[in-house]
């Protein structure tokens, strides 16, 4: 073997370095040569694209700078281009057919644009894109069947687009998908069960695909043992929950609300360790919910509007991170376990219409920062727990319609965060803690049908726009700070209320509703009326009011139902109130007179106007007295021919005295004697007088027959 020399050493060492020098030249080259490629085609784009402002930085590069620095829409790996993004850009023209002439492509995101037309084919250029993301667009037609050109796919979000027929079985073929995003679009097909081979598949998204031909839940989907997350929200799925669903280890949120399913809850899926949220809301499941619970990590439960019975699993009570527990509109009954009262994450607690039963646990509030608590339309009794807002976090007590008694809750007094306040319909009494009225972010207290006490404040919140509280014992006078109030409904009937309507009250221009009867109010209602111009119901019936009504009640725009009856209103009905167009209409039972307007005069208000004894009517229709057409002219004349007749009757009756003097005279003079006097002896007689002996009466008195001697003669006297 010859040994190498020195010389032949240096020389191989040469040859190497110039061998190396100039493959970092022809990459050089190629690498320059790519850059300006890329560059180019990005120029075209920007072009294409009619240059608009967000792309003004797409300037062309000079030696010291890179279209890599076009951020943010360009992603450069190795000074190339790896990822496009043009996202909610307002972008109304097709897919440049030219995109994937970027060779180096992974990533490609247009979602959030106005791109319309069928899938663009030319994405099967890009030999290495990864993630492709049209969501929120306009794209339509079908998804091609080749769907599986793109072989390299991890990521595949088509929602919120128009795609419609058969979801292709290509998609199953994918197999380095690890996201399927196909949500809200216009499938009005099948889906295919070819998706559950997809065993890389993490995320699986199908919601709101409403035009699906009803389907069932392919059993093979639970074998994909690396599902995260499976959304099929409201995509008419029908059938039962498959049995191997507890098979998903890696499963952690699972949506399949508002479709049909059918049967029970599997017992396997509360014990799946990783599982977070179940929503299986509004679906027709039925039977008792597995009571045995395993799976630790659940923040949500929300298995509402459903057709579940038997009891709540007291295993709830140990799900220390959950914080929405949603069980209402089915069927639970008996108690709420104690242990749920002591959850410290638990914010929401909603079982209303249900059949539950005995007291609540009263530690609610007490160790988490609960916010919302509705427990209406059970059997439920005792009082509210007292420490619903001790966090201050409260926002809604929903209670109403169940058989509660006692106070309220004391913490509801320093409450800021309240919104509603919904407890009608139940046993409760004492006076409402002051602090509530005047929660800020107080908008509803409904809590008629109960024995509170108390009166109502001068202040109230300033976004309270409803209060009901019907059917309760509050009583005082109508605060006169009504007027700051900005309530749209205010009922108050049924109550012990007295004093005065005051004008403040007339000053609620958004109030369109107002029940103040069945109280003890008195005096006359304002004669002005400030602003009700919203005013649709008003209602001061069954009161004392007294004095007229008022004429600006008949000038309200919207007024449709008008109920003053049963008072001690006086005088004529105001013409203005016949201007009304009234659906319901009582001023029955008070003191009226007069007639009434013509308007109201017909069958429709037949019963409007009973017991007023005072009104009139012109028509028989309206069940009143007629009125004459003319009352005060008619009297006039009648008082009239009445004087008349009387002084005829004087004038004759003084001439027949007249002729009857002269007549009487005349007889007299004619048979009577000049000179002679003709004496007549009368004889004075006893006799005796009595009702036996009475033959007669008359206008001048009584006759009697007597006798006058022994001989029987009789004279009547």
């Not at 790896?82 to 996202?87: H, R």
């Not at 029940?515 to 009161?543: R, V």
């Not at 007749?645 to 004038?651: A, K, Y």
């Not at 003084?654 to 002679?676: E, G, H, I, P, Q």
Request: hydrophobic share 35%; aromatic share 8%.
């Amino acid at each position: 073997m010859t040994k190498p020399t020195p010389t032949s050493s240096l020389h191989t060492h040469l040859c190497f370095l110039l061998f190396l020098l100039l493959l970092l030249l022809i990459s050089h080259a190629n690498s320059q040569s790519l850059q300006d490629q890329e560059q180019a085609v990005l120029l075209k784009l920007k072009s294409y694209l009619q240059s608009p402002p967000f792309l003004s930085h797409w300037i062309p590069s000079t030696s010291n700078t890179s279209h890599c620095s076009w951020q943010p829409e360009i992603t450069c790996t190795n000074n190339s281009v790896t990822g496009l993004s043009l996202v909610n850009t307002n972008i109304t023209l097709p897919v440049p057919p030219f995109i994937c002439d970027l060779k180096n492509l992974t990533l490609i995101d247009l979602s959030y644009n106005y791109f319309a037309g069928e899938f663009p084919k030319a994405f099967y250029n890009c030999s290495k894109l990864q993630y492709l993301n049209l969501s929120q667009n306009s794209f339509d037609g079908k998804i091609p069947e080749d769907i599986d050109s793109l072989p390299r796919l991890q990521y595949l979000d088509l929602g919120a687009n128009y795609f419609s027929g058969d979801i292709p079985a290509a998609i199953g073929r994918l197999q380095e998908l690890r996201n399927l995003h196909l949500y809200m679009n216009n499938f009005n097909g099948s889906v295919p069960p070819e998706i559950g081979n997809l065993s890389n598949l993490k995320n699986l998204s199908l919601s709101f695909n409403t035009n699906l031909v009803p389907w069932n839940l392919p059993s093979n989907f639970t074998k994909l043992k690396n599902l995260k997350n499976l959304y099929i929200r409201g995509s008419n799925l029908n059938g039962e929950l498959p049995g191997t669903l507890g098979e998903m280890a890696a499963l952690e949120e699972l949506d399949l609300a508002t479709n049909s399913l059918n049967g029970t809850i599997p017992n396997g899926l509360f014990l799946l360790k990783n599982l977070s949220i179940i929503y299986l809301f509004n679906n027709s499941l039925s039977g008792d919910v597995p009571q045995v619970v395993e799976a630790l990590n659940l923040s949500i439960i929300d298995i509402s509007g459903n057709d579940l019975t038997g009891p709540i699993p007291k295993d709830y009570g140990n799900l220390t991170k959950l914080t929405e527990l949603a069980l209402f509109l089915n069927g639970f009954s008996g108690a709420v376990p104690a242990s749920i009262g002591r959850l410290p994450n638990l914010k929401q607690f909603r079982v209303f219409i249900n059949n539950l039963s005995g007291t609540l646990p009263p530690d609610f509030g007490r160790y988490s920062e609960l916010e919302g608590f509705e427990v209406s339309g059970n059997r439920l009794t005792g009082k509210l727990p007292d420490h619903l807002c001790y966090w201050g976090k409260l926002s809604t007590l929903v209670a109403y319609e169940n058989n509660l008694t006692g106070e309220l809750p004391s913490s509801l007094g320093n409450c800021t965060s309240l919104t509603k306040v919904k407890v009608y319909d139940n046993g409760l009494s004492g006076n409402i803690p002051s602090g509530m009225w005047t929660a800020p972010n107080l908008i509803h207290v409904l809590m008629s049908n109960n024995s509170f006490t108390g009166e109502l404040p001068e202040k109230m919140s300033g976004n309270l726009t409803r209060l009901e509280i019907r059917d309760n014992r509050f009583s005082g006078n109508i605060p006169t700070g009504v007027s700051s109030w900005n309530l749209k409904v205010f009922d108050a009937g049924n109550n012990l209320f007295n004093g005065t309507i005051p004008l403040e009250l007339t000053a609620l221009p958004s109030l369109i509703t107002l029940s103040l009867d069945q109280n003890q109010l008195t005096g006359f209602l304002p004669s002005e009326i400030i602003s009700w111009k919203s005013l649709n119901a008003l209602n001061f019936s069954q009161n004392q009011l007294s004095g007229p009504i008022p004429a600006g009640l008949g000038l309200l725009p919207v007024i449709t139902e008008l109920d003053l009856s049963e008072n001690q209103f006086s005088g004529q009905i105001p013409a203005q109130l016949g201007n009304l167009e009234l659906s319901n209409f009582n001023l029955s039972s008070n003191h009226l007179s007069g007639k009434i307007p013509i308007e109201f005069e017909n069958p429709a208000y037949d019963g409007s106007f009973l017991d007023n004894q005072g009104l009139c009517a012109t028509r028989p229709s309206a069940k009143l007295s007629i009125c004459n057409s003319q009352p005060r002219k008619s009297s006039k004349i009648w008082s009239t021919y009445l004087a008349l007749l009387l002084t005829l009757g004087i004038l004759l009756s003084l001439l027949a005295l007249s002729l009857s003097f002269f007549m009487v005279k005349a007889y007299w003079k004619r048979n009577r004697s000049d000179s002679d006097w003709k004496l007549t002896t009368f004889q004075r007689v006893n006799f005796r007088v009595s009702i036996s002996t009475m033959i007669g009466s008359g206008g001048s008195g009584k006759v009697y027959c007597v006798p006058v001697n022994r001989t029987g003669d009789v004279v009547g006297i």
